[in-house]
């Protein structure tokens, strides 16, 4: 702020609560100090709310290893939320979660060329108030990611069927031909799930929430769901096996029957690399599974 030649001023500020009560304290130094002192206090109410043109989400950054920039965000939007700006971190890890039940979904986003952002995340959600908080990894190898930035917007529409429902089914299923027979990662189980979904920027929770949770009995089992195993018994005929020791993650490659699928995975066995195998869970007799379908995360509008 500066003044005029007679020392008078004047201040204009956008009161981003709206309407209410505030208090103000204004404090001055001179021009060759680098202390402050108390000047005066006041107090007002205001009885307008903040045109929705000037009502942005206030975002706190703290990024120490490089560059995390977004433009700027309304406090109130659609079921999309924006991710526009730029940075020059290498990935960045999305954490958003409503407020009111905990619910939401991690994704992210790798930066390969373009670091200027214009990408859009599907609030599955619903309406109501989401905290969003931002981490990001500067180079490529790293494992630690670094608090970026968080601030909090509000959803104040539902998202349409199409957008709820899109999938990366397909994504799965391709990825598996092309990579049959190679390791990916560390050969871990879930390491087919955790690449896939992370390349295509998956609305998903780490480390098992990978998608929307299907109720076999219900909905239809697609190729590119993915299976959760928790100590699962099969016994079939006079061979018995155990999938999940005490966890294993499998893409369902093909769907034969009700409940019987070929599966795509890896470190089944000695084989630390996708291989394709049978799975007949009618006859399975102990142990739980889970079935999820892969959620589009990221959109170019």
Known sequence: MNTNKDGSFLIELLLQDGIGKYTFS???????????????????????????????????????NGKFKLDSIKKKIGYKLPVIGETD?????????????????????????????????????????????VFGINAVGLNQFEGLANFQVESTEEPPSEIFNASLNEKFISFVETNTGKKIGSGECWDVAQEVLDENSAAWKRPTDFGRLLDPKKEEILPGDII????????????????????HTAVVYKVKANLHYTLAHQNVGNGRYILMTDMDLNKMVSGSVLFYRPLVGLVNE
Request: zero cysteines; charged letters at 20%.
């Open 26 to 64: 204004f404090f001055g130094t001179s021009e060759n100090s680098n202390s402050y002192s108390g000047l005066f206090y006041t107090s007002l109410e205001s009885t307008e709310p903040l045109p929705d043109e000037f009502n942005f989400a206030y975002i706190s950054y703290y990024p120490i």
């Open 89 to 133: 971190y290498y990935q960045l890890w999305y954490q958003i979660r409503k407020k009111d039940s905990g619910r939401g979904a991690d994704f992210t986003l790798l930066i390969k060329e373009n670091t200027k952002l214009k990408k859009y995340f599907l609030l599955r959600e619903g309406k109501g108030i989401y905290d969003v908080k």
């Open 228 to 247: 959760q195993f928790s100590s699962v018994e099969i016994i079939d005929g006079n061979v018995t096996y155990y999938v999940g020791s005490p966890n």
